[in-house]
């Protein structure tokens, strides 16, 4: 099969490489690589990432956690490198499942799908009621549980409607949401290393006796380290739009690799800020000082600067629950398309009007919504339902980069604009050993005095969903069904002719 583009009119060869992969245009292609890498940047969210974890990570780590960052950041290179390769040759909306799905077949483009739709739709409900406090804190509103509620299903009815407006609203409201993550990682970052500096940079070489009982700080370390993986993707969303970009193959590569390298650096920043602000790290570990960014920011800006600074966080969160809502719809569409889930012909209906499918946006508005309304009466629900949604990504990461490697054993040769050649074989391999040790580390079980399904939640969750998964697949055989392309990454082998007589 021819894999390149043409070099005529890009939309024109756009639509000509997309019916080559099996599939017309529907979508509108009218993201450049800014917006692109802006819907990328916003999901990965510095500002939310660092400003619901950071408290955890110092107080299980103390300062030296920092060194987490650029440690994940490179393991996840490793990821970003594997997908760039696979979204090259294989742009179409869906990402995850379209690249699992034509690596390694139907099965298990099926399988990895069913991980990483729930895992999706579960970080949609639980980015959205990340935002309740800090609305509240807006507003001066108390942050009661109905409040949070009601808060984080606003936050996805905003994002449901820019999204069902389709590709072009889209794209201005990530541009709006990456100048919100950069005023409130970037601005407020240097102005605390700059202006608030209260620690000696020696904070970031010691532990301030933040260790594990008998376990010495590599345990605590590994547990500070969470924050990191729990940042460090959102990538992937840039390939989920693959069928609304121009000049996909070339254009996703660089945007997935700007994500992280940006919000790696971006990431790296705020840390470092925060953690020199901090009046006193000892306070923190010891659990004196419950909320260290909200010590800081009381510390370091008058009520009207820390009003903005709440103002530009909110809008982080709603960019972020956008992004991901994002993602999660053309995963939906996608799999409607193909026929491999239920509803699959409401799925892949697309208004004319605006190229978007409303039936995927109002189920990433639904499931969210009840995920979230399902938490009222279990305060420790949405913790566990986090838990399984990192983890969940992360599992449906890996199963890219293995079917990758497999593929890469069966002859696959990596055909689109982006390839790393020789490089392509070991990357892999550490992507893929990367990700099982990033797997391992969340699901690692850290409360020995909870009852053993909290304690081991992240796995009995995951086993749980995966289980489910299997039991459809062998009842129904969802995956069997359409006839879209599958498993054509490998060439298939030359027929042998009979020998003579």
Known sequence: MDVHPGHGDASDDDVRYLERLGYKQQLSRVMGIWPN??????????????YTLYAYSLA????????????VIAGQLMVVLVFAEVVSQFPIAGGIYQWARRLNGRGYGWFTAWMYTWALLVTVAAVAYGAGPYVAD???????????????????????????????????????GLVAEIIGAVVIGLYLLIFKHREAWS????????????????????????MAIWIFYGFEACGDVAEEVKNPSRRIPRAMLMTLGVGGAVSALLVLALTLSVPSITDVTSGKDADPVNTVFTASFGNAAHKLALLVIVLAFISCTLAIQAASARLLFSQGRDGVLPGSSYLRRVSPRFHMSPWSVAVAFVVPSAIILATYNSPTALTKIIDFATVGIYIGFQLVVLAALIARTRGWNPAGAFTLGGWGLPVNIIALAYGVGAIVNLSWPRTPGAAWYDNYIVIVSAL??????????????????????????????????????
């Not at 054509?488 to 009979?498: L, Q, R, T, W």
């Open 60 to 71: 299980t780590g103390g300062g030296a956690m920092f060194w987490a960052v650029p440690i």
């Open 138 to 176: 807006l507003f001066g509103a108390n942050s009661t549980k109905w409040f949070t509620i009601g808060t984080a299903i606003v936050l996805i009815a905003i994002a449901s409607v820019i999204n069902l407006f389709g590709a072009k609203l889209l794209s201005k409201a990530a541009l709006i």
């Open 464 to 501: 749980a969903v995966a289980m489910a998964g299997v039991i459809y697949m062998v009842l129904l055989r969802p995956h069997e069904k359409g006839d879209a392309p599958a498993g054509d990454a490998v060439p298939a082998a030359p027929a042998v002719a009979p020998a003579s007589s």
């Open 203 to 226: 904070v970031l070489v010691h532990h301030q006796g933040a260790t594990t009982g008998g376990g010495g700080y590599l345990g605590a370390f590994l547990a500070a380290g969470l």
């Open 37 to 50: 890498f802006a819907l990328g940047f916003t999901y990965l969210s510095p500002v939310v990432g660092i």
